[in-house]
Nanobody, 124 residues
Framework: QLQLVESGGGLVQPGGSLRLSCSAS????????IVWFRHAPGKEREGVSC????????NYADSVKGRFTISRDNAKNAVYLQMTSLKPEDTAVYYC?????????????????WGQGTQVTVSL
């Protein structure tokens, strides 16, 4: 079965850190751009970060720049989102998706695969 699976979400206090993982089964991520999105209740889906297939080109939403870092380990067939200095407004379900590269929000069917999402809650 071809699928993406996110993990690493949870409840964390403001100022804390989490590392999200996006793993693929049934196919390789090696030649694919990956985008992290988040969707909070009552808000539009937001592109958070993206990384190209080689890992050398990344982009971040202004709201997370300097706090989040995207990376990939093609040997482990995974992409990561290291989140630090978390704020309550970072609370959302975080999804990873396979390409196209970029933070603009496109219809879901523009992306080859989506994960099921992982909940991140930042609260005291």
């Amino acid at each position: 079965q071809l699928q993406l699976v996110e993990s690493g979400g949870g409840l964390v206090q403001p100022g804390g850190s989490l590392r999200l993982s996006c793993s693929a089964s049934g196919f390789t991520l090696e030649y694919l751009a990956i985008v992290w999105f988040r969707h909070a209740p009552g808000k539009e889906r937001e592109g958070v970060s993206c990384i190209d297939s080689g890992g050398g080109v990344t982009n971040y939403a202004d709201s997370v720049k300097g706090r989040f870092t995207i990376s990939r380990d093609n040997a482990k067939n995974a992409v990561y989102l290291q989140m630090t200095s978390l704020k309550p407004e970072d609370t959302a379900v975080y999804y990873c998706a396979v390409g196209p590269w970029g933070l603009d929000v496109r219809p879901r069917d523009h992306y080859a695969y989506w994960g099921q999402g992982t909940q991140v809650t930042v609260s005291l």
